[in-house]
Structures are given as structure tokens and as C-alpha cells.
């Protein structure tokens, strides 16, 4: 199978004589035609149980993303070759199947879950392959300006600690690559928290700054509940550590009682991902 596309391809680049783009993606799912997102739907909505294989990785791709890079690509005659292209992460595809399952429950509150599983494969083993499912070409991040705004997929993200320099640089670039999700920067504006960092997104309909603490329970609860956040990236936290030599009460309370109040809440209101960063 891979020995034929690979012919394919190299005929295709023979007979253009340098003139043509050849783009490799991985994964495809959109709401039109078949595709593994649209059948774990169905198949969700019919069975008890759905087995799904854990031992293929690949990273699973929106069609509108790939729509826009393609659309570049016919404009930019200077560009030839053979590419890679494919959403960012990897993913096997039981993962894929859960991600789809917790995205239709949330969509849906009350509707049916049902349980994957994994399943060993047909064959004793698997045949090697080169993972280009899980590959990004590095020319193509320069290639192409899209983004998934209108991914059915979306995400709605609280970032702790949003203000600082390394939490606002992640929300300038999450909003960038995913301007369809909704982003909620969280920070109690300390000394190292700095407003005019995220002023630039203030114009955005999906970005929203409240001014908190990570150890104020009753406003942590309300947030997650309001904003049905369903991803925390939690990068809160008091650094240079030579301070806390003379006075440990701030660190402890924001590194050891705010890191327990998120992670407490989120457990409540059923946050899916929990990414914590921790630096000195």
C-alpha cells in the first residue's frame, strides 16, 4: 500500500517537472462524508460498547483547516515539492474515539455514554510504518495562515496565571492557532502579573480576563460552572524561590492551597484536561 502512493507520487512529481505539491495529511474529519469521527457517532448511538484499537497513532485532522492550507498552497507557485500537513498532537485512535465520546456528552447532557474499549488487533502484528501520520512538515507552518476558527471541536479554556509572561504568550498563541475557542485568562495581577499583556485581546468575543485568586474557591467554582470550562492550563504560581527564604506564606498559598482549589474544582465540574506548568 505505501510502496504504491509512494510510485504515485513520484511519477506525479516526474511528469510536472517541479511544478507540482504534494500534500500528505493524516486523519481527516469534517461534518460532510465518512470519516471515523461520523461513524464513532453513529456506531455510539447504537451499540453498548464500541471496541476500539489502541496501537495506530496518528493525528486526527479538521477538513476546514486543511481546506485553508490547501488554498494557500494553489496561490504560492513558488512551492513545490512534498509536504506534510495535519493538525497539531497525536493521538491513537482510541483516544480519538474518547475525545469524540466527551465532546457529544458535553454537547448533549444527558444523552447516552457509551463505553470504549480497547481491542488486540487482527493480525499478530502490525506491519512497520513511517509515522507520518503524527508529522508536520516544518515549511508548512510558514506556508499557510489558517486556522480552525469554526472547528465543531472546540475547546473552552480557563489559563491561571494569564498576566505573566510566560502565561500570556500562551494565550496570544492559543488564540492565534484556535481563535474559535473560548479563553478565559485567569490572574490575581500580582508582581508578576502585568494587564497590558493580554490588552491585546480584548477586542475578541471568545477571550475574557477576571481578575482573581486561584485560592478564592467560591469564585474558581462559579468560573468553571458559568463558562463550562472544559480545559485548564494552569501556569498561576509564585517564583523567584529566594523569596519565599523569608517569607513562605504567599508561596504556600498560591502554589500548594490555589493548585489544590482548581484541582479540586475541576474534578467537580468535570474539566477534562488538566495541563499544570511549574517553573522556580
Known sequence: YGASKLAGERRVLDESAGRAVIVRTAWVYSAHGGNFVKTMLRLMRERERVAVVADQVGTPT???????????????????????WSDLGVASWYDFAVAIQEEAL???????????????????????????????????????????????????LLVTGAAGFIGAKFCHYWHARHPGDRLVAYDALTYAGNRANLRALDGADTFRFVHADIADTACVAGLLREEAID???????????????????????????????VLDKARIYGVRRFVHVSTD
Do not use: K, Y
Open 62 to 84: 479538521w477538513a476546514g483547516l486543511l481546506a485553508g492550507a490547501l488554498w494557500e498552497l494553489a496561490l504560492r507557485p513558488e512551492v513545490d515539492g512534498i509536504l506534510h
Open 106 to 156: 458535553a454537547r448533549r447532557p444527558g444523552g447516552r455514554p457509551t463505553a470504549c474499549s480497547t481491542r488486540a488487533p487482527r493480525w499478530p502484528r502490525w506491519p512497520r510504518r513511517a509515522c507520518t501520520g503524527a508529522r508536520r512538515c516544518a515549511r508548512c507552518s510558514t506556508i499557510s495562515n489558517a486556522t480552525d476558527e469554526g472547528n465543531p471541536m472546540t475547546r473552552r
Open 231 to 261: 480545559t485548564i492550563v494552569h501556569f498561576a504560581a509564585e517564583s523567584h524561590v529566594d523569596r519565599s527564604v523569608l517569607d513562605a506564606t504567599a508561596f504556600v498559598r498560591t502554589n500548594v492551597i490555589g493548585t489544590q482549589v
